[in-house]
């Protein structure tokens, strides 16, 4: 008894842990990996480096082609999108 009575303690703190810091960590990448996995030509997004620019082209290997300015492109890395300004709405065939 008095050894489990020790560990009751330990296994609160660690209950608490994990639904204030692990748990909304988890559904934060959640969403940001989906942000970036729906990532298309023409939406306007920033970097975690603060640029701010147009995916022109989504590659092959977690890549895009992002324009920052006219004939400025730059290849990026799609998880380092840190946020989507404006989506556009998907093409539909004619």
Request: no cysteine; glycine share 8%; proline share 3%.
């Amino acid at each position: 008894m008095d050894a489990a009575g020790q560990f009751i303690p330990l296994i609160l703190i660690f209950g608490i842990m994990y639904f204030l810091l692990i748990r909304p960590q988890q559904k934060k990448m959640k969403e940001h990996q989906n942000m970036v996995s729906s990532l298309r030509r023409g939406d306007q997004v920033v970097t975690q480096g603060g640029l701010i620019g147009k995916v022109v082209k989504v590659k092959e290997n977690n890549e895009l082609e992002v324009e920052l300015a006219e004939g400025v492109k730059v290849r990026v890395v799609q998880s380092t999108i840190a946020q989507v300004l404006s989506k556009t709405e998907p093409a539909t065939e004619a």
